[in-house]
């Protein structure tokens, strides 16, 4: 953990917070194949035009008690969740790695993951307009970080895996277990993460996907499909913020 500055932490989590409000525009628009730059933010419900004073990160949900200044319909907790989210992760990026071009390149990862998140879990898609940009700044990200090699095998290795399984899982359960959006996505992560830390978000991910899996399946009594993109978007969070501590732990204490 690198020593973290006050004002420097303020600053990247109000970046962090108005990069939110962006990939906020970007979760909705992308599926609906709406342009992200133009119009501007309106109101779902009575389609007035948001003002830049009832468009700031969280605070402004907050002063507005969660509702559209015209027409009063409630706007989503996601939003200000998203935009806070974001904050967060980029303080945490910060507070592991400081301050520098590795942050820079971090924090781009980290809005690709919450964007990928959120669209996977609303319509079960992850967009190769996403990943494939993603995949090519990771192998140069990993290029200036002097980790090419691994960064290539993760990314290769990751995507033959995942292939496989849900090709498998298609001919075993004659229906689809696993989506090529997942491929891509573990494609994206070894890119960044590298062969090594790999292996250890998708112990890390397999757990979490076990883990939902069995909340549905007592919640609704059956076993239902579900996307398993944040599971992996999550565990490659918490290795990248971890440096990949947990596995290593278990690995040394259990096996």
């Known amino acids: 953990m690198i020593e973290t500055d006050l004002f420097k932490s303020i600053i990247v989590l109000a970046t962090g917070s108005l990069l939110g409000s962006f990939l906020n525009v970007v979760i909705y628009r992308l599926p609906r194949e709406k342009s992200i730059v133009y119009p ?19 605070l402004s949900w907050l002063l507005l008690g969660g509702k559209c200044r015209y027409c009063k319909n409630p706007i989503h907790f996601r939003y200000p969740a998203v935009e806070l989210l974001t904050g967060i992760l980029f303080l945490l990026t910060y507070a592991v790695f400081g301050i520098g071009w590795q942050w820079m390149f971090l924090a ?17 898609l992850i967009f190769n307009s996403l ?13 200036i970080n002097n980790n090419l ?17 849900a090709k ?19 494609a994206l992560i070894g890119a960044w993460l590298g062969l090594n830390d790999l292996i250890g978000s998708l112990m890390i991910s397999f757990f979490l996907g076990s883990v939902i899996g069995i909340m549905l399946l007592l919640k609704k009594g059956k076993s239902e499909h579900f996307p398993f993109g944040p ?5 490659a969070l918490i290795t990248l913020l971890t440096k990949n501590y947990l596995v290593t732990w278990y690995i040394s204490k259990f096996l």
Request: net charge negative.
């Open 149 to 165: 090699q691994q960064s290539v095998l993760g990314s290769i290795i990751g995507t033959v895996l995942f292939y496989l399984i």
């Open 108 to 124: 781009y990862f980290v809005c690709l993951l919450v964007v990928i998140t959120w669209i996977d879990i609303d319509f079960m």
């Open 231 to 235: 599971s992996l978007t999550l565990a």
């Open 168 to 186: 498998i899982s298609l001919l075993v359960m004659k229906k689809e277990g696993m989506g090529m959006g997942d491929v891509t996505l573990v």
């Open 131 to 143: 990943t494939y940009p993603g995949i090519a700044v990771g192998f140069i990200y990993s290029y």
């Open 40 to 58: 501007g933010s309106k109101c779902p419900s009575c389609n007035n035009v948001i003002a830049w004073y009832d468009n700031l990160p969280v």
